[in-house]
């Protein structure tokens, strides 16, 4: 039987446990396991960074929500990246990443993985033409967020999986922005998924974590194998507070857009604010992209401030229901100068964003008091 993504969420990976019958998986809170003899471990479980039931869980549930063939989770979003990177890439090779990517991952990028030989070019990767035109003879990654961080442009995933099968690359999406509820690129061509499940995934800003998911099982087993290698592996207690969160993901991801769509059409015609940045206004350049590949447009909003870098340092100083902090995607609203916080890393780089920009992660909180707090910090 086919189920839907709500049902899905609640009950794929979290079979009621079988010596209690426990409804929820129950935190496996051991670093080992008995054996039944030398080279005989019990289901397989011989030691927690190989192996963990409740990350197991997490790990199948993250699987059937994106509609892959495999999920593993990590202890960070960019452990997951790390060890992507190391597993599909050599020393010699190339990547392509968006020119507005999240900071930690151009860090990784340009500032780790460069010594020890991967090169990258950045590349605007709503323009299809733009990504071609990045691709070199050793191009193995097309690294995409849709929507990006802190921009939100948007990339055609399908277009660009084409793209990347032309030329024997793999198309890598990180969908943090928009969860697997919003869009599921497996199904639309994408190789890898990327999730900080830090974010939307566990949705509640109590844990840190990250996941990958992937179309093909045999990639499946090498990203295992690197994972148990090195060793990145979230505990038993993260992986069920995250699992926590992903049950109630469906719910408040609408809540998260419902709060977002009316935020961002209340900014856009505000006289303190010059551009509003989120795909679900008409305006937006990657609007039908988005409409096309999405099921609605996501809690992130960005806007450049009319007065310039000081005056969007004062209206993040002065929000007060948005609280001042990095990260994103749980039920509280967050506000952030990007410039000088998450993207930080980026400065002097081509992927440094305009220093007037404010992001907003807009949290499932009563919108009349979101917009009231907005009001009075944009004075």
Known sequence: ?????????????????????????PIFQTSTYAQDAVGAPRQGYEYARSGNPTRDALQECLAALEGGRRGLAFASGLAAEDTLLRTVCRPGDHVVIPDDAYGGTFRLVAKVAERWGLS???????????VRAAITDRTK????????NPLLNVADIAALAGLAREHGARLVVDNTFASPYLQQPIGLGADVVVHSTTKYVGGHSDVVGGALVVADPGLGDELAYHQNAMGAVNGPFDAWLTLRGVRTLGVRMDRHCDNAERIAAYLHSHPKVKRVYYPGLPEHPGHETAAKQMRRFGGMVSFSAAGGEESAVEICNRARLFVLAESLGGVESLIEHPGRMTHASAAGSPLEVPADLVRLSVGIETADDLLADLEQALG
């Open 141 to 148: 990654v097309i690294w995409v967020e849709t929507p990006t």
């Open 120 to 130: 990258w070019t950045a590349a605007r990767i709503s323009d299809v033409d733009a």
């Open 1 to 25: 039987m086919t189920y839907g993504f709500e049902t899905l969420a609640i009950h794929a990976g979290q079979e009621p446990e079988g010596r209690t019958g426990a409804v929820v998986p």
